[in-house]
């Protein structure tokens, strides 16, 4: 019996044990559409593409399951990009499926024709313009793979739609061969040895642990490693969530706008075990004085990211959870006392504070502060892109990775939103919680609308100073204070427009209201809009310069 290759699309992604889907339909991509109807997936219709892209990358943080997307041709495929791009920069596992006009028309400029493989190149792990429809199956079998395997990333199948009409020999392929491509995911045995040897003589460790930690499944070794060596745990924001942040050896985020501490853990450490972690400009302002005593240890599953940035004394190319694996059994207990207590003395001198000059007046990091002091344990927070999002990664603290989610690499605004739909589709029952500031919120509104149709219980609260808060804060510290289209002249009552959606909404402008509502709002069963009123003027500190060490960080 012969199918199209259409419905032999939907049945490859049902073998992949794909629940949902998250798309807008089109044109070019009809045929796969109309595939769709009957079967097991459910479509999830977002009011624009680059929602349903970012929807797939939250559902796929909180599952650690590939994400799908799909869109049609042209600005369908287009709008996608950022989402693409957004899950490229931090690692998440996707296939994106896009239509595309028929095979003879391609290169012709038609209607709704863009290049959406050339365009895409630089921002997905591998594509497929799909040419022959007897390898489609063959093309989604490895797409999943690319996609989930090695260091995790979004892959992009273009299917024209003639191509997806014509019928075949359906067969789902078991067994494939990807010559070139072979994750490496044991670490070379001789460097994991000089490892452990390094580590027991260090005196000083520090470990800093990126997202990688939370893809390869590996916070209980990170946890023991950490206490097995008495080794304090810095984080990169893609690392957030995968150390406890109640344990006493945590050290909360680095870099940029990282805790006081953990810059000066880095800088005074004689060992740094860099895991899963990849030396980004938003955690090394100047490397030539980013931990200068130290030797550095890096663990990472993409050889491409070790030595990039700062030298690195002992490479080791793998999988975290499989390194720490073979390498814990080689380590004895130690207990650095003296370190211990020298970061301890950090902490104390160097707290994470913030002024509350007024009690009528609401601070964005009290907000955030009282967020984590009441959200359920495991509850999922997601942000969007700016200072609330530094705000959320200083002052909150998770137990379990998946708990955490934001836009890392790419920074993009608007994905907070979507995400949070994903995340709440990915993981019913759990409490999500959206911290947006009023600018980004903006840029993905429309998919309020996808909230309320698969009645998410999201609680949002809105940062809302009205303007372009980091922007703001970069022109304040960079161009003399000449502020430039940052303040919002108009702005949303966001408490009403939930209200419009089918939403609690509230606002709250002093400390006192936000207290008065904030345990029934997340004990709550349906959705809430919280529309927080706060200074416009307030800065995230401490703020590592352009140019200067992360141990010169300014606090005013």
Excluded at 78 to 101: C, K, R
Excluded at 113 to 137: A, F, M, S, W
Excluded at 450 to 477: C, D, S, W
């Amino acid at each position: 019996m012969e199918i199209t290759a259409a419905e032999a699309l939907i049945q490859c992604l049902e073998k992949e044990e794909v629940k949902i889907i998250f798309g807008c339909p089109g044109g070019a991509i009809l045929p796969v559409y109309d595939a769709l109807y009957g079967s097991s997936i459910k479509h999830v219709l977002v009011r624009h593409e680059q929602g349903a892209a970012h929807a797939a990358d939250g559902y796929a943080r909180v599952t650690g399951k590939v994400g799908v997307c799909i869109a049609t041709s042209g600005p369908g495929a287009t709008n996608l990009v950022t989402g693409i791009a957004n899950a490229y920069m931090d690692s998440v596992p996707m296939v994106v499926i896009t239509g595309q006009v028929a095979t003879t028309q391609v290169g012709t400029d038609a209607f709704q024709e863009v290049d959406i493989t050339g365009i895409t190149i630089p921002v997905t792990k591998h594509n497929y313009l799909v040419k022959d429809p007897r390898q489609l199956p063959m093309i989604v079998k490895k797409a999943f793979h690319i996609a989930s395997t090695g260091r995790p990333g979004p892959v992009l199948i273009d299917l024209p739609r003639d191509i997806a009409s014509r019928k075949i020999k359906f067969k789902y392929p078991k067994n494939f061969a990807l010559p070139g491509y072979k994750p490496t995911y044991k670490g070379h045995p001789s460097m994991v040895q000089q490892a452990a040897r390094v580590i027991m003589k260090s005196e000083r460790p520090v470990i800093y642990a990126g997202g990688g930690v939370r893809i390869s499944g590996a916070s209980q070794e990170l946890l023991k490693l950490a206490e097995t060596i008495s080794a304090p745990v810095t984080h990169t924001l893609m690392g957030l969530g995968c150390f406890p942040g109640d344990h006493p050896l945590f050290l909360g985020m680095l870099g940029l706008h990282g805790t006081r501490y953990a810059n000066l853990a880095v800088t005074g450490c004689d060992c740094l075990i860099a895991v899963g972690a990849r030396f980004d400009d938003r955690v090394v302002s100047k490397i030539s004085g980013f931990a200068p005593t130290a030797r550095v240890i890096h663990i990472d599953i993409d050889p491409a990211e070790i030595g990039k940035n700062v030298r690195t004394h002992l490479p080791i190319v793998g999988d975290v959870k499989t390194v720490l694996e073979a390498l814990l059994p080689l380590l004895d207990k130690k207990d650095n006392a003296a370190w211990f207590e020298r970061i301890e003395q950090l902490k104390l001198e160097n707290p994470l504070v913030y002024k509350q000059e007024r009690q009528d007046v609401l601070k964005p990091q009290f907000v955030i502060e009282k967020l984590n002091q009441y959200k359920p344990c495991d509850a999922i927070v997601v942000t969007d892109v700016g200072q609330h999002q530094m705000w959320a990664a200083q002052y909150m603290r998770f137990k379990e990775p998946r708990c955490f989610l934001s836009s890392g690499g790419l920074g993009a605004m608007g994905f907070c939103l979507p995400a949070a739909v994903g995340a709440g589709l990915g993981a019913p029952g759990r409490t999500v919680i959206l911290v947006a500031g009023d600018g980004g919120f903006q840029m993905t509104i429309q998919e309020l609308a996808t909230a309320a149709e698969q009645n998410l219980p999201l609680k949002i609260f809105i940062i809302n100073n009205r303007k372009l808060g980091m922007v703001r804060q970069l022109q304040e510290y960079y161009h003399d204070k000449r502020y430039i289209a940052v303040d919002f002249r108009f702005n949303l009552d966001f408490a009403a427009l939930g209200r419009m959606y089918g939403m609690e909404g509230y606002t709250v402008e002093t400390p006192e209201q936000l207290m008065e509502l904030l345990p029934g709002i997340l004990a709550s069963p349906v959705p809430v809009m919280v529309n927080c009123i706060v200074s416009g003027d307030e800065n995230v500190l401490p703020m590592v310069l352009a140019g200067t060490n992360i141990d010169e960080a300014v606090d005013k």
